[in-house]
Structure formats: structure tokens, C-alpha cells
């Protein structure tokens, strides 16, 4: 059920405010990434409208900001070059379906297996990316079309004008709370940007905002297979690229604000979010760090200020226009640059020579890959190289203690898990030739973790077979019974005293 979250004025005046912050914060971006996309800037301010409304409402996390983001835009520039950006309207209604058979299937929770240096590798490059992209607002465009650094007055003024703009960002919520201080920060610069008519570059000069309000329209392409298997890679694409980043966002303000968001209604939010998107000429986004920690310093922890920032941006589409593009970039890079300071994990580099060094490793390739790649690919190589760390680590523990019982039976003690990495070693432990007639392996502190282990046992009992003897197992989980089923009738199961162990389960949205 929706909520707006607020019982008090003093915390409805405050998620407004957050709001407006977030929404003066938006434009510039909605603007560049549909520049990235390929597509005229009023697909990305109708993305940045209504992704930013619809989640607000029907995600699960309250206070987190979505809109039209540059992970998204980049996967978009082949599609539209090759195609027209009415194919982008479709794979965008698509890549919301996919999202929502997402989170109806719950897969949501499976971004608890990103590792913590994934996920401070991810902060921080998207911190750096967040930086990088503000850099081109330092160039001045020249007669010809052509981009050059700016220097002398017009880079002073400009800088300048950052260097206020986050020194009020900082210092003022050391003096009072009652304001947002990015929003102050914007409205004094602003006010000396228009009032002493200080010459430098503001949101006009990137283009104009004005528009009418999103119509509702079918894409305009053919509705056969041939469409669908054109769109398909790039909704697939898109779809997991928005839930990645979505979901990492949202543990991230989990974090911050020491409370849970909810991963599966997450993604039905933003697949709702897409999907109407698509339908309303929008090119689709998901959740925004940097906006989202613009919100939650300026005090946005509710669903309202969410809900907020995208009317505004609306009200800046249809009647304010003339105002917002007044607005200096200056005051935006500034508050831009209080986000990376305040996104970039710091500690990390504190803590580098600390931890293992796997880990440290997996945390500077995922900030690398992040800035020059995508955020997407950097948390795959990511959860992958940590996997096989993982794996490798792992795979060196497992050993047996061999005894003989009363009953003159050798008994081997396995410890650690029996998997895909551990089975060359599990072989290495035996000697079917010089055994007794009877073996038993004692699994109570192993587990049979996948077919690999399978097979492993199943070529063990086959050389003891061979041999003459004979091979029980001992203390099997339910679940590696079941897993065991497959062996046939190689191997004897003997279970005693049998341990109730269960695979992880998770139930909750």
C-alpha cells in the first residue's frame, strides 16, 4: 500500500524541499544522458518524470531517487542508431516486463550475494563516474563545434562559483537543518549568477526543457517476431543493468539510513516504471545514486519526496522552463561534487592493506571496470572473480582423520565441503587398494555441495568395487540424500544419527 510516510509539517516541508533539490538535479542529467542515448533531451526528462514517480510509488525503497541514468543510456545507442527510437520505446516496455517477472519470481535476493568489496567497488566507481561527468561541464564550446578546456577569467568564475556552492553544501547544516542546504546552496548562487549578470554557462545552453505533458503512444513498429527478436538482447540487457544497479542502490541507503528496503518490490516498481515509460515516449531508467544521496543528506527518507522531485520536474517541463534554465551549471557541478565526496567510500583506502588481498583486488577491478565499462559487467566479473577465490580457498580444506572402529571397519572423517573445486583432492585421500574390506566416509562435517561431488563419490565407490569392497556413507544431510539419488546402486547410504541440515531459504520480499 502507498504511503507518503509523513505524520508531521515539519517533515512534509522538509521531503518537499528534498524534493526540488533532487528534481534542479535531475534536469542537467536527464539532458546528458539522453544526449548519450541518441534521442531528443525530452525522452530523458519524460524518463526522469515518470520512472521517478512511478517507483517512488510502487518501489520498496521510500527516499530512493530513479530517472533516466547513463548505465541504461549507453546500451541504447545501438538500437536507436540501427533502428529509431520508437524500437527504444519497445524494448523499454519490455525491459519493464522482464523486471516485473523479476520480482514476481523473487529474485530480488539474490543481490545478497553480492560480496561487500563488490559492493565498495561499485560506490566507488560510480563516484569516479559521477566525477568524470561533470568534468565536461569545464569546456566551452567553440564557433566551429569543436570543445576546448576553459582558462583564465571564464575558469575562475566558474570554479568559483563550484567552490560556493560547496562550501554552503557543507557548511550550512552546521548552522541549521531547518533548509536543505544543495537547495540553498543553488538558490544563492543562482541569485548572484542573475543578479550581477555574471557571464557563465547555466541549464539553457545544454537545450531546452519545454515540452508538453508525455502522451500516451504504441510504439511505432511492426508487432511480429522479427520486432521482438530485435528488441529482446537489449530489453534482457537493460533489464538486468537497472535491477543491478536498483537493488545496489537501494542496499546502499539500506545502509546509510539503517533501515531494510525490499528488493523483490523493487524490481516490480521499476518494471512498472519501465513499461509505462515505453508507452509514454520516455526511454526508460532505473535508481540514481547520486541523486538518491542528494535526497537522503537533504533529509528525504520518505516515499513523498520522491513523488515530489518528479512533479517538479514536470512543472519544469510545462510552465517553469524559462527559470530552471537559468539555473548556472555551476551550482550543479558543486552539489554534484558534495555527491562523489560524500559516495566515495573513503575508508576503503584505508582499510586496502588490511584485508585479504583477493579482496582488495576485487574491490580496485570492480571501481575499474565500473569507469570503463558499465556498472553491470563490473559486478559480474566481480561476484565472479570473488566466486572463484572463493572456490580455490575453499577447495584447499577439505581432509580426513582415518581410524578403525570396534568392528574393524576404516572409518574417514571428511572435513570441508565436497564441490566442483575439491574433488581432485577428496580422490587423492583414499586408498581402495590397501583398505579393509569396509569403509565408511563420515559426512558430518562435510557436505556434498553439486554433480561434481556426485560423480567424485560415485567414482570412489566404483574403485572400491573394483577392489573387492565395500562403501557406506555416513551422517548425509536430506539434502545431499537427494543429491546422492543419482548415484544408483554404486553406493550404499547409511544413515545414523542423521543431522537436519537445510539449504538457505529466504522468504521475504
Known amino acids: ?50 520512472v521517478g514517480l512511478l517507483a517512488a510509488i510502487f518501489g520498496g525503497r521510500p527516499g530512493m531517487i ?25 524494448a523499454v516496455v519490455l525491459t519493464g516486463l522482464i523486471q516485473m517477472g523479476a520480482g514476481v519470481l523473487r529474485l530480488g535476493k539474490f543481490i545478497r550475494i553480492v560480496p561487500y568489496p563488490v559492493m565498495l567497488g561499485f560506490v566507488n566507481g560510480l563516484a569516479i563516474v559521477i566525477f568524470l561527468a561533470q568534468l565536461q561541464h569545464f569546456e566551452i564550446k567553440l564557433p566551429d563545434g569543436s570543445t576546448e578546456w576553459m582558462s583564465g577569467t571564464s575558469l575562475m568564475l566558474f570554479g568559483g562559483l563550484v567552490i560556493l556552492t560547496m562550501f554552503i553544501t557543507h557548511y550550512l547544516p552546521k548552522l ?67 535491477l543491478i544497479e536498483s537493488l545496489l542502490t537501494l542496499s546502499l541507503i539500506d545502509d546509510v539510513t539503517n533501515t531494510r528496503g525490499r528488493g523483490n518490490r523493487e524490481c516490480i516498481g521499476q518494471g512498472i516504471a519501465n513499461t509505462t515509460t515505453g508507452l509514454f515516449g520516455g526511454m526508460g531508467g532505473c535508481a540514481m545514486i547520486g541523486q538518491s544521496m542528494i535526497n537522503i ?36 557541478v558543486g552539489v554534484m561534487f558534495i555527491v562523489v565526496l560524500a559516495t566515495f567510500e573513503w575508508s576503503s583506502l584505508r582499510i586496502i592493506r588490511k584485508i585479504p588481498l583477493t579482496d582488495a583486488f576485487v574491490l580496485v577491478l570492480v571501481s575499474a571496470v565500473t569507469v570503463f565499462t558499465d556498472l553491470a559487467v563490473a559486478v ?36 570441508g565441503p565436497l564441490f566442483f573445486g575439491s574433488v581432485k583432492s577428496f580422490l587423492e585421500l583414499f586408498d581402495p ?14 557436505r556434498v555441495a553439486d554433480h561434481s561431488a556426485i560423480e567424485a563419490i560415485d567414482n570412489l565407490a566404483e574403485r572400491y568395487i573394483k577392489a573387492g569392497k565395500s562403501l557406506h556413507l555416513r551422517h548425509l544431510s536430506e539434502e545431499c540424500r537427494e543429491l546422492l539419488k543419482k548415484a544408483g546402486d554404486l553406493v550404499e547410504v547409511n544413515v545414523m544419527e542423521d543431522p537436519h541440515y537445510h539449504v538457505a531459504d529466504d522468504q521475504i520480499a
Open 433 to 446: 587398494e590397501n583398505d579393509p574390506d569396509d569403509v565408511i566416509i563420515e559426512f558430518q562435517n562435510s
Open 297 to 332: 543528506n537533504s533529509g528525504g527518507r520518505q516515499r513523498l519526496s520522491g513523488v515530489a522531485a518528479a512533479l517538479f520536474l514536470l512543472a519544469f517541463i510545462l510552465f517553469a522552463s524559462p527559470l530552471i534554465e537559468k539555473i548556472p551549471m555551476a551550482a550543479l
Open 66 to 90: 530513479s530517472g533516466a541514468t547513463g548505465a541504461m543510456a549507453v546500451v541504447m545507442v545501438a538500437l536507436v542508431a540501427e533502428h529509431g527510437v520508437q524500437y527504444l520505446f519497445a
Open 1 to 50: 500500500m502507498f504511503k507518503l510516510g509523513c505524520a508531521s509539517s515539519a517533515c512534509f516541508r522538509n521531503e518537499i524541499l528534498s524534493g526540488l533539490t533532487v528534481a534542479l538535479a535531475l534536469v542537467p542529467e536527464a539532458v546528458a544522458f539522453a544526449f548519450v542515448a541518441g534521442v531528443e533531451p525530452l525522452v530523458g526528462l519524460y524518463a526522469a518524470f515518470m
Open 176 to 242: 541549521t537543518g531547518a533548509f536543505p542546504a544543495s537547495l540553498a546552496a543553488i538558490l544563492v548562487v543562482s541569485g548572484l549568477v542573475i543578479g550581477f549578470g555574471l557571464p557563465t554557462s547555466s541549464v539553457g545552453d545544454l537545450a531546452s526543457i519545454k515540452g508538453e505533458f508525455p502522451s500516451f503512444n504504441l510504439p511505432d513498429v511492426p508487432f511480429n517476431l522479427q520486432t521482438l527478436w530485435i528488441i529482446l538482447p537489449y530489453s534482457i540487457i537493460l533489464a538486468a543493468v537497472g
Open 380 to 415: 559480474v566479473v566481480g561476484v565472479i572473480v570473488s566466486a572463484l577465490a572463493f572456490a580455490w580457498e575453499h577447495a584447499k580444506r577439505i581432509n580426513v582423520k582415518g581410524y578403525d572402529d570396534e568392528k574393524g571397519s576404516r572409518v574417514y572423517e571428511l572435513n
